[in-house]
């Protein structure tokens, strides 16, 4: 079985500019979680989405947002990015609402400029 | 009262020793505690988790060790070996309030085991 794949695996962007990252969610899970991980910082959440919906958001500013498709992939979209936004971001996925236990992708590790 | 404080930061241990991690927790909804292993470049993969109503759990070499009272887990690698070398993270989540879905990290603890 597939597990949890994300896209790209290196983003280097400037500040100002945006970033699309992407994940699929091992099959059959309907969860796809946000973490960051910045240096020394640890993992922080960033957002939930369960079918198609956001459940539950960190403390972030507005400029990150995502959405989920109809397929339970997802994406993450960073606005505005900042040099402080360098960093490993993670999804994870699990197998819907009510079930802890997530499995994470190898993530995407961001450096902005 | 979200925070998952864990220690210590960093662990060096012999081969065949025994690597302890120590996690402590302040909300007592908290309900199910994962720990996770991240090597370098690589996404956290879960390796065992335990739900408070059980004071212990084993799997392998590695056993976890829970206790309600005083609000407090921990990780044991028994017999440690060298591919142990890994970040640790402890974690908590519950299904409710503003921690539904989201899973609290402790801040890792870096494990080198020598040869």
């Known amino acids: 079985e597939a597990g949890v794949t994300q896209s790209p695996t290196h983003l280097i962007k400037t500040r100002g500019q945006q970033a699309t990252l992407r994940c699929s969610p091992i099959?059959?899970?309907?969860?796809v979680y946000w973490y960051q991980q910045a240096l020394g910082l640890g993992l922080q959440f960033l957002l939930w989405y369960d079918e198609g919906e956001e459940r539950n958001r960190g403390n972030f500013p507005p400029r990150f947002s995502g959405r989920q498709f109809p397929n339970y992939s997802s994406e993450l979209n960073v606005n505005a990015l900042e040099l402080e936004d360098s960093a490993l971001y993670l999804c994870?996925?699990?197998?819907?609402?009510?079930?802890?236990?997530?499995?994470f992708g190898p993530g995407t590790r961001l450096l902005v400029l | 009262q979200q925070q998952v404080k864990q220690s210590p930061q960093s662990l060096i241990v012999q081969k065949g020793g025994i690597s302890i991690i120590n996690c402590a927790y302040e909300?007592?909804?908290?309900?199910?505690f994962p720990w996770y292993q991240q090597f370098p470049g690589k996404g956290p993969a879960l390796l065992i988790a335990?739900?408070?109503?059980?004071s212990e759990k084993k799997e392998g070499r590695f056993t976890i060790s829970f206790n309600k009272s005083a609000k407090q887990f921990s990780l044991h690698i028994m017999d440690s070996q060298p591919g142990d070398s890994a970040t640790y993270f402890c974690?908590?989540?519950?299904?409710?309030?503003?921690?539904?879905?989201?899973?609290?990290f402790g801040q890792g603890t870096i494990l080198t085991v020598h040869p």
């Open positions: 994870a996925s699990c197998a819907g609402q009510g079930q802890e236990t997530q499995y």
């Open positions: 099959s059959g899970h309907t969860s």
């Open positions: 974690a908590a989540t519950w299904a409710g309030g503003t921690s539904y879905g989201k899973l609290t």
């Open positions: 335990i739900r408070p109503d059980v």
């Open positions: 909300n007592t909804a908290f309900d199910y």
